[in-house]
């Protein structure tokens, strides 16, 4: 026997547990059971498609019907034969809407065979009712599953089928299962209809609880012909107010013919979170996929969300989200230029669209000016950025300062800034989220502009050195004060700067800082890792506290004899200066401060009750 015969000889066919199936449905794929009707909104919808394909006069409305317990759905389609009953509704996973060459079928919202399933997840029993339209003589057909996994299938007489289904197309009637009640309220079931399918091409009323109301409205708002732009901006505001639940900021048509997206954004009218994430509402040929869809536009665009309907992506098989693929990474692309180009356009054309827009979303602009040059040029004159000359847009500044000092953090900025400003350098705060990134690609959009890191070595050099005579007066004060501060390692030197208000500054490199925290970590580890460390140890530069030489206070402190005293003020002037930095204080330096401060306290105390004995004797 050869092996091919013993395969053949033993192949079976699976069997499938529908319980099982449905279950796996209802709690992993999809999130709700009240996607049944969607499912069944699209087997109508696509059914009338392919009818209209072959009788183009067909008609082509959906009702719903709300029964005692349960619902119905009947469709003009195009039905099913006895034999289509067999193949479709009772195989799982096979789908008329799919050919062995194209995959999924254009004209169709269903794909995968599937759909019918969901059904269970709220019905006891599943009744098709068909007649096919391909066929004039074909006879009515009637289908009956339960949610067991059993099913049968007659033929209807022709009485019973006058009655049932008098013209080509389809009846489903749903069962209610015990518990599922709900999802068949008539109310629910509008609503249900109109979130799924308000832009379906086909009229769809849903008739229960005494009432039928018509549950679509197409054309889409962006379909519709207006009088005026004006009129249309406001008809397209409205719709998104509508269907989004905030009052947009602006709005952005989204028509790009030729990744087939027709639709809007609407700008968020307060900051977005860059990490959050867009979460549009997508429509695929007209039914509602999902309201928190992401992954349709590109990341910075985290100022918007759209409302769209698109024929060209794709659904995962649950069809709450789109399937990540090349045609939706050319959208994302389509629709990201979309919002470019409506940027570049608000900027020569309505600046003060712009700038409202600015000033809730500078954050995404900037983050995508870092990969777009052209559009940081165009922007350049609206972002603003912290600068020693205040909130400014780089453009502005540049023509102050060609050279552009930028810091690398925002402590760098907060500890130089003002003392950079008061010796006439210009500094960039470039520690905020974009701004470093894209101060450092200025030269290449405003020609002429040097752009340099400004660290606290930069400053110093730009501080007047004092008069060597001058220096030597206060050699002893000096002297002390290295003495008093050698230990929290940093050194003392003496400079004259503006403005004569601020005594002292303290200046720490990036170097100081990083052979700070080599130091301390190599205090705390054991001795292997302390060696290790200790051999890394650099010569960086320590921290440096600059005594300013206008300063009267400081003046005043070098005439100071009392050695304790003069201690004591040295570490009050370090600990002031250490605050204007803003920078997290280390355990010593909390310490230091608070001994220096009780100390000062003690001496004033002293010296007020110690004037009236000394002027009594
Ligand atoms: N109202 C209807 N009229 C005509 N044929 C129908 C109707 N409902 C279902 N069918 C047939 O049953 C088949 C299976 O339907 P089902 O909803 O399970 O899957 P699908 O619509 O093909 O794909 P998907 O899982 O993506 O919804 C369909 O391909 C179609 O041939």
């Known amino acids: 026997m050869r092996m091919s015969d013993d395969l053949a000889g033993n192949a079976r066919s699976f069997q499938v547990d529908l319980r099982g199936l449905v279950d796996l449905l209802s709690h992993h794929l999809y999130s709700s059971p009240r996607v049944y009707l969607r499912e069944l909104l699209q087997n109508a919808v696509d059914a009338v498609t392919a009818r209209l394909a072959v009788d183009p006069a067909a008609p082509t409305d959906i009702r719903i019907t709300v029964e005692e317990n349960g619902l119905r759905i009947d469709d003009p389609g195009i039905g099913l034969t006895e034999a289509d009953v067999h193949r479709f509704l009772a195989t799982i996973g096979r789908s008329s809407?799919?050919?062995?060459?194209?995959?999924?079928?254009q004209e169709f919202l269903g794909q995968f065979g599937i759909g019918l399933l969901a059904c269970f997840t709220v019905a006891e029993r599943i009744q098709v009712l068909t007649r096919s339209a391909r066929d004039p003589d074909a006879p009515g057909v009637e289908w009956s599953a339960t949610s067991d996994g059993t099913y049968t299938v007659r033929t209807l007489p022709p009485d019973e089928r006058a009655a049932l289904v008098g013209t080509p197309g389809t009846t489903v009637r749903l069962l209610a299962r015990p518990g599922a009640r709900r999802w068949f309220a008539p109310d629910l079931v509008a609503d249900l209809a109109r979130d799924f399918?308000?832009?379906?091409?086909?009229?769809?009323?849903?008739?229960?609880?005494?009432?039928?109301?018509?549950?679509?409205?197409s054309p889409p708002v962006w379909d519709r012909p207006y009088r005026s732009a004006a009129e249309r901006r406001a008809a397209l505001l409205a719709y998104g107010e509508r269907v989004l639940g905030f009052a947009a900021l602006d709005v952005v048509e989204l028509d790009v013919e030729l990744a087939g997206v027709r639709g809007a954004a609407y700008i968020l009218p307060n900051a977005g979170n860059p990490a959050a994430g867009g979460r549009h509402r997508v429509y695929l040929k007209g039914m509602l996929l999902g309201d928190a869809v992401t992954g349709l536009l590109p990341d910075w665009a985290f100022f918007a969300r759209c409302v769209i309907d698109t024929d060209t992506l794709r659904p995962t098989a649950s069809r709450e989200g789109l399937y990540e693929d090349e045609t939706l990474a050319a959208v994302r692309e389509a629709l990201g230029a979309r919002l470019r180009d409506w940027l570049t356009g608000l900027a020569a054309q309505e600046p003060g669209r712009l700038a409202a827009f600015l000033s809730v979303h500078a954050l995404g602009v900037k983050s995508l000016a870092r990969h777009d040059s052209e559009l940081f040029e165009i922007m350049l004159p609206y972002l603003r950025f912290e600068t020693t000359h205040g909130e400014v847009t780089l453009a502005e500044f540049a023509r102050k300062h060609p050279v552009v000092r930028v810091t690398s953090s925002v402590e760098e900025f907060r500890q130089v800034a003002g003392i950079a400003a008061a010796q006439g350098l210009g500094v960039v705060n470039g520690g905020y989220t974009y701004d470093g990134e894209l101060v450092a690609?200025?030269?290449?959009?405003?020609?002429?502009?040097?752009v340099e890191e400004l660290d606290a070595d930069a400053v110093t050099a730009a501080l007047d050195p004092v008069d060597a005579r001058e220096e030597l007066a206060m050699a002893a004060f000096l002297t002390a004060a290295r003495a008093a501060l050698d230990p929290l390692e940093c050194d003392v030197i003496l400079r004259a700067f503006y403005p004569a208000s601020v005594s002292a500054l303290h200046l720490d490199s990036r170097a100081a800082r990083s052979e700070r925290a080599r130091a301390e970590t190599a205090a705390e580890s054991d001795e292997l890792w302390a060696e290790i460390l200790g051999a890394l140890k650099s010569s960086a530069p320590r921290a440096q506290l600059v005594l300013n030489h206008r300063s009267p206070v400081v003046r005043r402190l070098a005439?100071?004899?009392?050695?304790?005293?003069?201690?004591?003020?040295?570490e009050a002037l370090y600990g002031q200066a250490l605050l204007m930095t803003h920078r997290p204080l280390r355990p010593m330096d909390t310490s230091l401060l608070n001994r220096a401060f009780d100390q000062l306290l003690?001496?004033?105390?002293?010296?007020?009750s110690d004037a009236p004995e000394g002027e009594g004797r």
């Not at 399918?197 to 409205?217: E, I, K, Q, S, W």
């Open 97 to 105: 809407k799919r050919d062995d060459l194209e995959g999924a079928r």
């Open 197 to 217: 399918g308000a832009l379906l091409p086909y009229a769809v009323t849903v008739t229960g609880g005494g009432r039928t109301v018509r549950t679509t409205d």
């Open 441 to 450: 690609a200025l030269p290449g959009v405003l020609p002429g502009v040097t």
């Open 559 to 570: 005439t100071i004899r009392d050695h304790t005293l003069l201690v004591t003020a040295v």
């Open 602 to 608: 003690g001496w004033a105390a002293a010296s007020v």
